[in-house]
């Protein structure tokens, strides 16, 4: 009698090299996700934050442009005077406005002109938004849960 032989087919045995080519390849898919979203988040902030200076000094050129008017003698409408009476120059005079920066923000800006000469005395940016109370935060009494 002969014998036959049957071959019979068995898959691969799935083994532990496997296993792991696959936790790592899934292990770098997540890494390479997050990584995509924190430098999306980074962009985000840089724009965000060219722009807010970007804004900054559009401002600030604006009060340069308005303190370089004031001292040749020209009085702008957005100006308010203020006389600053003092023993050693009677000329003085105080000056105040404001540029805006943003929705929320202005240049603030103070100066002292006498004649020729001037001194800042303020130039600040301001948040003039409303600020917005948070009422009822669920906070920590100090005593322990029982």
């Not at 303190?67 to 100006?79: K, Y």
């Not at 005077?81 to 920066?101: A, F, Q």
């Amino acid at each position: 009698m002969t014998e036959k032989r049957r071959e019979t087919f068995s898959p691969p045995a799935v083994g532990g090299v496997s296993l792991l080519v696959a936790f790592a390849v899934l292990c770098l898919t997540v890494f390479a996700l997050l990584s995509l979203t924190t430098v999306q988040a980074d962009a985000r902030l840089a724009e965000a934050s060219a722009r807010a200076v970007e804004e900054y000094y559009a401002a600030d050129c604006a009060a340069q442009e308005i303190l370089a008017r004031l001292r040749s003698g020209e009085i702008p409408v957005e100006v308010t005077t203020h006389s600053e009476d003092s023993w050693h120059s009677p000329r003085m005079t105080r000056y105040t406005y404001e540029v805006p920066i943003s929705d929320s923000q202005e240049l603030q800006v103070e100066v002292l002109l006498d004649g020729e000469d001037y001194e800042i005395l303020r130039w600040q940016a301001q948040y003039t938004g409303e600020w917005e109370t948070v009422e009822g935060l669920d906070l920590w009494d100090g005593t322990l849960f029982e």
